[in-house]
């Protein structure tokens, strides 16, 4: 029995260490309609969080090093205000109009990769000294990380943001919260209504595993008992 019930409280602690906080939120595919231009179009987008970091793995139909001239932003509502008629942080015109962006995160793929975070305040977008913001790409993806604290917002914080893939000269070429097919362009863009949402997970902790254990543990010790 004590077998049995170690057994248990160890497969039941792993499942819970685990259980991830990732959301995915899929996007169509295609509806960047050139074709060969697969690192502009969005597949889907994962949002993912531990106690300290906050990470968009954006997954597209192609490459993000095939070119060095791919943009990768997203746009971010923390709290209530936030510029709501745009321009970006970059100058774009792209907008959340519904809610406002408090956050800029702009990356790009050339002179090794980069990427920035600034913050609207209330006129402009200075960058956030220090955000500590990293890239990383993989075949078909771009995954942009920081830490919680560089957006103001804690465990229990629910976001609101958009992902859009962009190059020089032009504005939205994809974005995640929209399936409306696109070209190149410079035109204005609102996110609007069309915006994901995602709320910031607390880990499993100590604690609460040690408390799975006992619970474990005194079910096991009731079933003993009445089969005494």
Request: aromatic content about 8%; hydrophobic content about 40%.
């Amino acid at each position: 029995m004590k077998k049995t019930l170690l057994v248990s409280v160890c497969a039941t602690a792993l499942l819970v260490s685990e259980a991830p906080a990732a959301v995915n939120f899929p996007d169509a595919t295609g509806d960047f309609t050139p074709s060969g231009f697969g690192y502009l179009d969005i597949t889907s987008v994962v949002v993912d969080n531990d106690a300290t970091t906050l990470s968009f793995q954006i997954h597209l139909a192609g490459n993000p090093l095939a070119v060095d001239w791919a943009k990768y932003l997203i746009g971010l509502d923390t709290a209530p205000g936030g510029n709501t008629t745009g321009p970006d942080g970059w100058g774009k015109p792209i907008s959340m109009s519904v809610g406002g962006m408090d956050y800029f995160i702009g990356s790009w793929m050339n002179f090794g990769t980069g990427a920035e975070l600034r913050h609207w305040d209330g006129s402009a977008w200075p960058i956030v000294s220090g955000s500590g913001i990293t890239v990383a790409t993989g075949p078909s993806s771009v995954t942009l990380s920081l830490p919680l604290a560089s957006l103001g917002v804690n465990i229990g914080d629910t976001l609101r943001f958009d992902v859009y893939t962009t190059s020089d000269g032009n504005s939205v070429l994809d974005a995640a919260g929209s399936t409306a097919a696109r070209s190149w362009n410079n035109d204005p863009y609102d996110s609007g209504n069309n915006v994901l949402s995602y709320t910031l997970v607390p880990e499993p902790t100590l604690p609460a595993l040690l408390g799975l254990g006992a619970v474990l543990w005194l079910g096991q010790r009731r079933r003993a008992g009445r089969g005494a």
